[in-house]
């Protein structure tokens, strides 16, 4: 299995990044699909239940059809994070999207949190130019699509 190392210089002071976590497509070595996913809420509680959330959905993460890894980030002193996500086909990541549990969640915090994404193909997965876009994506003040 790829050991993932990061460097801290990659993001903003008060940025959390979490490890590297392996999907079952973690050794593709062709083309891949990825999403950064950039949620703002409206107070510390909410940042808290949200983290909490991710981190358990991040538990089935080993099994997800298609994943090939994913980086959960964090700035709470903004009330933001989300993820870094890499698939091997956008069908894949729509798979996820679709899944009545990540369903159920969106659901659940619809109108409470303001999302913002960027989402792009590439021809492998590099972890150092994934996070350096990813940098210059969660580096602009939060756009949200909602």
């Known amino acids: 299995m790829q050991t993932i190392e990061v460097s801290e210089q990659l993001f ?18 062709g083309p891949v699909f990825l999403s950064v996913t950039d949620f703002l809420a409206a107070s510390k509680e909410e940042v808290r239940r949200i983290y ?32 870094i996500t890499v698939w091997e086909s956008e069908r894949d990541m729509r798979r996820f999207v679709r899944w009545p549990v990540h369903g159920a969640i969106v659901r659940e915090w619809r109108g409470k949190v303001r999302l913002g994404t960027d989402s792009w193909q590439a021809d ?23």
């Open 52 to 83: 909490e959330t991710g981190m358990e959905l991040g538990k089935t993460w080993p099994v997800m059809q298609g994943a090939v890894g994913l980086w959960l980030w964090g700035r709470p002193v903004e009330r933001r994070g989300g993820s």
């Open 12 to 29: 903003s002071e008060g940025t959390v990044l979490m490890p590297w976590q392996p999907g079952p497509r973690h050794d593709l070595a």
């Open 124 to 146: 492998r997965f590099e972890p150092a130019r994934v996070l350096e876009r990813a940098r210059d994506t969660l580096g602009q003040p939060h756009r949200s699509l909602t």
